[in-house]
């Protein structure tokens, strides 16, 4: 029964929503929907792991994880709906925190498994699709952060009505530099964001280079093996 819940193809459709949401015009959609949804295919993850040990991982740091999933989805309620404004920034960076900590796992957990493989098949490839977008998602937490305690660190040079929103901007900015198309729309001008940016090129560069040998190889054994 968990089987059904926490396999790879339904993981991967929950960051894909989650992505796609992000683009919605409507801010409060945005929040509710995106954190829910990115929220789920983290809880699926802990408990794959849990359940089949994937990375080993015990009660307690299950429960831990748990925790930080609830204490980001926390932090951005506070923050968003202006809960606590005098403590709005503090929400906000330990909600980011949360939130890079629990998608570094997701994204270790998914490459470790990725490695494991012994031949490719669908599963390989989805797994090798959702942790390519789990460093954008990342990278778009850290400058979710970052733009809103200071929007002058980006020059956004076209300005439409998605653009004025924040998270629609950095999802948008994050998946181009990840996939380094750098249109020149919106330009990073603070010199660690600058810094962010490029690694997140530099990540994702690495990424595909050590993946698609990984596939590579694994269908040359496939195909050897079948002749």
């Keep these: 029964m968990l089987n059904r ?19 919605l015009s409507d ?3 945005q929040f509710l929907f995106a954190n829910l949804i990115y929220a789920l295919a983290m809880f699926l993850i802990v408990l794959r792991d849990y359940q089949k040990g994937y990375r080993s991982l015990s009660r307690n740091r299950s429960i831990a994880l748990c925790i930080l999933i609830i204490v980001s989805i926390a932090g951005s309620g506070f923050y ?25 796992y997701g994204w270790l957990s998914t490459v470790k498994i990725l490695m494991q493989k012994q ?9 090798a699709i959702t942790a390519y977008l789990f460093i954008g998602v990342i990278w778009a937490f850290i400058y979710y952060v970052v ?19 924040s998270w629609n901007l950095v999802t948008y900015f994050s998946l181009t530099t990840l996939t380094t198309l750098g ?19 530099i990540a ?3 990424y595909l280079t050590v993946i698609v040998a990984r596939l590579v190889s694994l269908y040359s ?4 093996k079948n002749q």
């Design 5 to 23: 819940w926490t396999n790879s193809y339904l993981i991967f459709i929950l960051i894909l929503t989650g992505i796609l949401i992000s683009f």
């Design 221 to 224: 054994i496939t195909d050897s």
């Design 27 to 29: 801010h409060l959609v």
């Design 183 to 201: 249109y020149g729309d919106i330009i990073p001008v603070d010199k660690l964001l600058m810094l962010a940016a490029n690694f997140e090129a």
């Design 80 to 104: 968003h709906f202006k809960l606590a404004s005098d403590f709005d920034k503090f929400f906000l960076i330990l909600s980011g925190l949360a939130k890079v900590i629990i998608f570094g």
């Design 147 to 165: 733009w809103e305690i200071n929007p002058n660190a980006f020059k956004v040079t076209v300005q439409t009505d998605y653009q004025l929103k």
């Design 204 to 206: 994702g560069s690495i």
């Design 119 to 127: 031949k490719i098949t669908d599963q390989t490839i989805v797994l």
